[in-house]
C-alpha cells in the first residue's frame, strides 16, 4: 500500500534559525494536510492546501509558518525562525478527496534548541 | 467553538472485556467525526468514520447528535487493540479538531 512519507525524521535547529519539514504525499492524492503534535498534547491541526493554495489554517499557522508544493511530489512546511516552543511531532498527511481517509506520514521530531 | 473532548487519559481493561472509549464534541454545523488509532511504534492511522456506519476491527461508533457523542466501543477487547486512540472532528471547511487521546492498555 502507498504510503506518506516524511524527512527528516528528526531534525535538531537552534532558535532563530529556519528549518523545512518535507512530506512526499501518496501520488494521487489532492489534499495536502499538517498536523504538530507537542509531547504530551493532542494533535493540532496547522494548514490544509488543495489546488496549490492553503484551503484552511489554525491561529497557530502564523507569519512564521509557509508550506508549498514545490513540484509534483513534494509538500512542505517552512518555519522561518523557530522557537523553543515549536519543538514538537510534525506530522503530515495526504487525501484523494479531502473527503474521506487520510493518510498520515510518520512524523518528523523537531526539536528547538 | 469546535472542540473534541476525550475524557480518559487512559482506560485499562482486560482482554475479553467490553471497552468503550468516550468521545464528546461540540460544533455547530454538521460535523464529520473519525476515530484515530496510532498502535506503538507506528503512524496515527484511520480506525473509522461516523458516516462509514462501518466496524472495523469489531469496532464501532454511532454518532449521538442529542448528547454530541461518538464514544468508541468494542464488545471484547484483544491485547492487540492496545494502543492510543483520537478523536476527530472536521468541520465544513475541511479544518481537523483532535481530542487529547486515550491510551487503551488491555492487560492479559
Known amino acids: 500500500e502507498p504510503e506518506v512519507t516524511q524527512t527528516p525524521s528528526h531534525q535538531v535547529t537552534q532558535m532563530g534559525q529556519e528549518v523545512i519539514l518535507r512530506c512526499v504525499p501518496i501520488?494521487?492524492?489532492?489534499?495536502f494536510y499538517w498536523y504538530r503534535q507537542i509531547l504530551g498534547q493532542k494533535v493540532e491541526f496547522l494548514v490544509s492546501f488543495y489546488n496549490n493554495e492553503i484551503s484552511e489554517k489554525s491561529e497557530i499557522f502564523d507569519d512564521q509558518f509557509s508550506v508549498e508544493r514545490p513540484d509534483g511530489s513534494n509538500f512542505t512546511l517552512k518555519i522561518r525562525s523557530t522557537k523553543l516552543e515549536d519543538s514538537a511531532m510534525y506530522f503530515c498527511a495526504s487525501s484523494d478527496d479531502g473527503l474521506s481517509k487520510q493518510y498520515f506520514g510518520p512524523g518528523t521530531r523537531l526539536t528547538v534548541t | 467553538a469546535q472542540r473534541v473532548t476525550q475524557p480518559e487519559k487512559l482506560l485499562s481493561v482486560f482482554k475479553g472485556a467490553p471497552v468503550e472509549l468516550k468521545c464528546n464534541y461540540s460544533?455547530?454545523?454538521?460535523?464529520?467525526l473519525f476515530w484515530y488509532v496510532q498502535y506503538s511504534r507506528q503512524r496515527l492511522q484511520l480506525l473509522l468514520r461516523h458516516i462509514s456506519r462501518e466496524s472495523i476491527k469489531g469496532f464501532t461508533a454511532d454518532l449521538n447528535k442529542g448528547e454530541t457523542s461518538f464514544h468508541l466501543k468494542k464488545p471484547f477487547a484483544q491485547e492487540e487493540d492496545s494502543a492510543m486512540y483520537y478523536c476527530a472532528l472536521r468541520n465544513n471547511f475541511n479544518k481537523f479538531y483532535f481530542g487529547s487521546g486515550t491510551k487503551l492498555n488491555v492487560k492479559p
Open positions: 501520488s494521487n492524492h489532492l489534499y
Open positions: 460544533y455547530s454545523g454538521s460535523p464529520e
